[in-house]
C-alpha cells in the first residue's frame, strides 16, 4: 500500500464527512468487507479465523491471572515483575501485540491503582485480553481521572480516605497491569488455586480479590 | 485535534455498565471486523493513523456507534485513502480487480508469530532526554489540530516525572505520515487538585505518559 501518507491526510482538513455513514447492518457490511479483501486478495481467510481464535480462546485474563498468582507465591518473581515486567511477563510466556512494554502498579492496603485509556481504548491484551465494552465506555473513560473513587464505588469497592489512589491514563505504548492484593487466609492455596481467585476486574483496578470465588465479578 | 474521543473529566456520560460474563465478541461480525483490521493493519498504517482516523469520526456518530463500526469507518476509509479499495468497491461490494498495490498479506501461520513480536514503539536509536526523573514539569498548552496524545486536561498543569520509559516514535508525526520523530516518554504524575482544583482528593492522582514535545520546564 502506498506510504505517501502525509498527502492522504491532508485531505482530512476539508473532508465533509458526509460518506461516513453508519453501517446500517454492520454484520452485513463486515461480511461484504471481507469477501471484497479476499477477492482483491488482500486478506487471508485463515490468517482472519487465526485471529479470531487467538483472541476468543488463548489470550485472556487467565494469563494475567498467573502472573499474579506467581507475584504471590514468589517474592524474588514479585521483585522482577515491579521492576521490569515486560521482562517478568516473558518467563511465563505472555508479551508482544499491546504489550510489548508493560508496567505493573502494586495495590497495598495505602495504594489503590486504576488503569485507564481516556483517549481510544489502550490495553494489555497479552495479559488480559481484549477490553470489556465498560472499559472502553465513554463513562469509564471520562470520569476515571476526575473522579475515580465515585468509579470504584459503582464498582462496589469504597476506599478510605486515607487509601491513595492512582490512576493510570494509557497515553502511550505502555500498557499497565495492576498486581492486586493477596486476600486474607488464602496461605493454604496453591500457586493455580490462588490464580483461580484472580479477576480481570482487580487487575484494571476495580475490583478486588475476594477470598473464594463466589462474590467475584468479571 | 480537540475531539470528543479525549474525554477525560467530562462528566454527563451516564453509569458504567458492566456486563455479567461479557462475550470476547458480542456478535460474528465484531469478531470478524476486529480480525480484518489486524490482517490488513500488520504494520501498516501505523498505529497513530488508524486512531486518528477514528478521532475524526464526527463527534455524533462517534458517541452513537459501537466499538468494531467504529472500526470498520476507520480502516475502510484508509484502505480509500491509499488506494487499496476505491468508494465504488465498498458501496457495492464487488471487487473491480486485484489490489494494484498489495504489500504482504497476512497468512494464517503468520498470525502466531506477528502477535509475539507486537508492534514495539520503541525506537533504538540514541535521543538525549529533555527532562530528568524527579523534575518538575509543565504539560505545554498546546492545541494541535491534528492526532495528539497530550490530553487536554493535562495541558498548562504542573506534574513531576517519576520515570523515564525511553525513546519511543512520536504519535503527532506518525500519525500524519511525517516520520517517528523519537524522543524520550516519561511517565508524570499530576496531583489530583492540579488537574480538578481544590475540592479533588488531596492524596491522589494521574499518571500520564508524556513526550518530550508535550513538556515544558516548570
Known amino acids: ?218 | 485535534m480537540n475531539g470528543i474521543h479525549d474525554m477525560g473529566g467530562m462528566q454527563d456520560m451516564g453509569p458504567i455498565r458492566p456486563e455479567k460474563d461479557e462475550p470476547v465478541f458480542h456478535a460474528a461480525w465484531e469478531g470478524r471486523m476486529f480480525a480484518l483490521d489486524m490482517a490488513v493493519d500488520g504494520g501498516w498504517p501505523p498505529l497513530d493513523a488508524f486512531r486518528y482516523q477514528i478521532e475524526l469520526i464526527p463527534p455524533a456518530d462517534y458517541l452513537r456507534m459501537s466499538y468494531y463500526e467504529k472500526w470498520y469507518t476507520a480502516l475502510t476509509e484508509l484502505m480509500v485513502k491509499y488506494g487499496s479499495l476505491t468508494r465504488e468497491e465498498l458501496d457495492s461490494g464487488k471487487s473491480a480487480g486485484p489490489a494494484k498495490k498489495t504489500g504482504h498479506v497476512l497468512r494464517g501461520a503468520e498470525v502466531a508469530p506477528m502477535i509475539a513480536a507486537g508492534w514495539p514503539a520503541t525506537v533504538e536509536v540514541k535521543v538525549d532526554p529533555q527532562f530528568r526523573t524527579g523534575q518538575r514539569v509543565r504539560a505545554r498548552s498546546i492545541n494541535p489540530v491534528s492526532h495528539t496524545r497530550l490530553p487536554r486536561y493535562a495541558r498548562g498543569k504542573l506534574g513531576t516525572i517519576v520515570q523515564d520509559h525511553g525513546v519511543v516514535v512520536f504519535p503527532d508525526a506518525s500519525a500524519q505520515g511525517l516520520g517517528q520523530k523519537p524522543q524520550h516518554v516519561y511517565l508524570v504524575r499530576f496531583a489530583m487538585r492540579e488537574l480538578w482544583g481544590a475540592e479533588a482528593s488531596p492524596r491522589d492522582s494521574v499518571y500520564i505518559s508524556m513526550w518530550d514535545d508535550y513538556l515544558e520546564p516548570a
Not at chain 1, 497491569?177 to 479477576?199: G, I
Request: with cysteine; proline share 5%; glycine share 6%.
Open chain 1, 1 to 218: 500500500m502506498a506510504p505517501d501518507l502525509a498527502s492522504a491526510q491532508e485531505h482530512d482538513h476539508d473532508h465533509d464527512h458526509d460518506h461516513q455513514a453508519v453501517p446500517s447492518d454492520p454484520a452485513l457490511r463486515v461480511k461484504a468487507l471481507e469477501s471484497l479483501l479476499v477477492a482483491k486478495g488482500l486478506v487471508d481467510r485463515a490468517a482472519l479465523d487465526a485471529l479470531v481464535d487467538t483472541y476468543e480462546h488463548k489470550v485472556g485474563p487467565r494469563n494475567g491471572a498467573r502472573v499474579v498468582a506467581r507475584a504471590w507465591v514468589d517474592m524474588a518473581y514479585k521483585g522482577r515483575l515491579l521492576s521490569n515486567a515486560t521482562a517478568a511477563i516473558a518467563e511465563l510466556g505472555y508479551g508482544g501485540a499491546e504489550g510489548e512494554q508493560m508496567l505493573v502498579v502494586e495495590n497495598t492496603a495505602k495504594v489503590h491503582n486504576l488503569v485507564v485509556c481516556t483517549l481510544c481504548s489502550c490495553y494489555p491484551w497479552p495479559v488480559l485480553g481484549l477490553p470489556p465494552v465498560w472499559y472502553k465506555s465513554a463513562a469509564y473513560r471520562s470520569r476515571s481521572v476526575i473522579d475515580p473513587r465515585g468509579v470504584l464505588r459503582e464498582f462496589g469497592l469504597e476506599l478510605a480516605d486515607d487509601v491513595e489512589v492512582r490512576v493510570w491514563d494509557s497515553t502511550a505504548e505502555l500498557r499497565f497491569l495492576v498486581l492486586p492484593e493477596r486476600p486474607a487466609a488464602t496461605e493454604h492455596l496453591n500457586e493455580s488455586e490462588l490464580a483461580a481467585l484472580v479477576t480481570r476486574d482487580a487487575m484494571v483496578g476495580v475490583g478486588r480479590v475476594a477470598r473464594s470465588r463466589e462474590g467475584a465479578h468479571a
